[in-house]
């Protein structure tokens, strides 16, 4: 068999003590084994203060708290040449707020990625939903060691189940052998021993056994509990050894004294599983039924142990069969019971002991890597990873594209004699959701383009222009928002945005030359533009600064207007210098919607107005922002809805929104009219295609012959919804692309044939 596929494992591993570092460790080992293995090696997490002698098949460590080194962890995964990374994943062993400094690392990934889940969460917090939601998103497969972390994966979390994997928890390939012998090696010959092992921590519920203890020795006066492992390193660092020093107290209390024997120690393999081999009954009493995966549960079963549990989600799937006993949780007298039926009744111990190894022979390490191996090659063969390894050049504009025709079939379609519809089910508009001024200002802006090449969208603007003086509000001075399909306003104002981006379209509108239109626009501009000095919410400003750009130049002695546009400008400009760091050179601590309005703002101002600095401070923040908005293959990744609520962290690539591309064409525009730098038709175009499929799932938003686009991508499929906000923003963004054309950007513009478009008109 060729040898074809190098891995790498992103997780703990030994010499660390915990159970992710030995079962990365032992996952890593049994692949490496298998003969279409080229390389595979281990990038080690580093807990905070600790400093570990590596084996030779770790090829670095990543600090778990510095940002620095995920980002070059992954940079090294790349140069390195792997085809596949895989990670193990467990919130605690990852920096930043639910783990979330590893999303730094999967978002400059160029291979697939295939994670492991060794917890899932069924009621996680917002954050932790946030994190895994994104891995889960980027991953082209996920494992997990139970059918019940599926069935949360699916249930909590909308997962894809064509993606997930259920492969058991890995066990060493071990003879099955009786207790006499180890228990002579180990000085327990003539006791009957019951085991537990692991890093101690109270979460292990040793209580509860220790509690049943009196009863066993009861009716088994030879029966010894041995409790094998070291404290937990994190119980150790921040409480010293008062939790073992607790259960010690309680076995003198007891009077066990000479029934319950602590080896504080954490244990080799070669060790362990001589410990494992000594004992007649395996216990894990934990209290909580939350525990997906239980390693020292799948080793003891492995080795043909009977096994006495609580029903944790692990055990009750492993244990099912009858090759165990379950106990109810925390149930000491029941758990005493189990473990005494057992050691009086050797034939039935030895029954369960021979079923429990023979269960078990498919989840030796050799089978399980074979597992991963075949999940390996299917995420290989799927289309996002497909195109993850395509390889693509830096982003820049080819020398021909091609923009595609304009049709407004769907565009007419979403409107009606009121105005334009919020939404729609696929491509028929959704009477329930009404209509919206934000939709009806954006549909406005459209019309009144230059390069929009709507028949008789001109004409059409006055349908809009209408709904957006309906929405005025002269008794609070705001634009209300939201009016039900049987035209009832559905509160008296609306957001801030939405009066900004009201404003940013009256603005656009009173520089036409059309003079009814011009009239109208002006005295409710003036009339509504005060307002704004009142909020707070940046892009409100950004908007209604994007409309004065417009205004001003027509009205030089508009004074009021002009002073308006320095306050908001200066506003801009002082909370990106307020806010921003070096490694975060932002408006605000996190990424949301509608970024790159921001920068085109400051731009925009900054370059009309003569303000060298505001106008740099645009030009660097939209920099930062192409970045931001880059995948590692090229191609344009908007930042995702479901990471908005991450302060200072790299976005998450999911939910996607047509908003973001049109924003970011815009911004380019903006800045390619006052700095020559060839970046800005490059990241127009790169932004542009991402409708015409150049994203992350290679699907294509729009329909060309329609004029309409779907709502966004979601981690696993283009959402087949066609709403307003996603027609225009393909609209707009493609008039702005003709306009790019201005500045020598080469993009042939196809002559418009007389089936193209709809007259507006009917």
Sequence with gaps: MRKDLRIAFIGNALPRRCGIATFTTDLELAVSDLPEIAGSAILAMRDPGADYLWPANVARSIDQNDPAHYRAAADAINAAGYDVACLQHEFGIFGGEAGCLVLDLIAGLTMPLVTTLHTVLDRPSPAQRAVMEAILAASARVIVMAQKGRAILIETYGTDPGKIRVIPHGIPDEPFVTSDAARQRLGFAARQVILTFGLISPNKGIETMIEAMPAIVARCPDAVYVVMGATHPHLLRDAGETYRLSLMDRVEALGLGNHVVFLNRFAERPELLDHIAMCDVYVTPYPDEAQMTSGTLAYAHGLGRPVVSTPYWHATELLGDGTGVLVPLGDGVKMGSAVADLLVDGPARQAMATSAYAASRPMVWAQVAQRYVDAFREALRSPVSMRLRAEYPAPMAPPHLSLPATSNQHFKVMCDDTGLFQHAIRSIPDRRHGYCVDDNARALLLCIKPDNRLDAGFAWAAHFASFVQHAWNPDNRRFRNFMSFDRRW?????????????????????ALPDPALNAWATDLFVEALPNVLEFTAPRSWAFALLGLDAYCPTRPHDSQAEAIRHCLAERLHALLRDTATGPWPWFESRLTYDNARLCEALILTGGRIGDADMLTAGLES?????????????????????GFALAQRTPLPFDQQPLEACATVAACLAARQHDPDGLWSSA????????????????????????SCRDGLHHDRANDNRGAESVLSYLLALADMRAMARYGASFPIPPEGPSDKVPLDG
């Design 622 to 642: 939209l920099r930062w922002l192409l970045e931001m908005q880059t995948a590692p293959a090229g191609h344009f990744r908007p930042i995702g809805s479901h």
């Design 684 to 707: 127009a175009h790169q932004a542009f295609t991402w409708f015409l499929g150049e994203n992350d799932l290679a699907v294509s938003l729009v329909d060309v012959d329609s004029g």
């Design 490 to 510: 559905l509160e008296p104002a609306g957001s801030q945005d939405s009066h900004g981006r009201t404003l940013w379209a009256l603005g656009v509108c009173t």
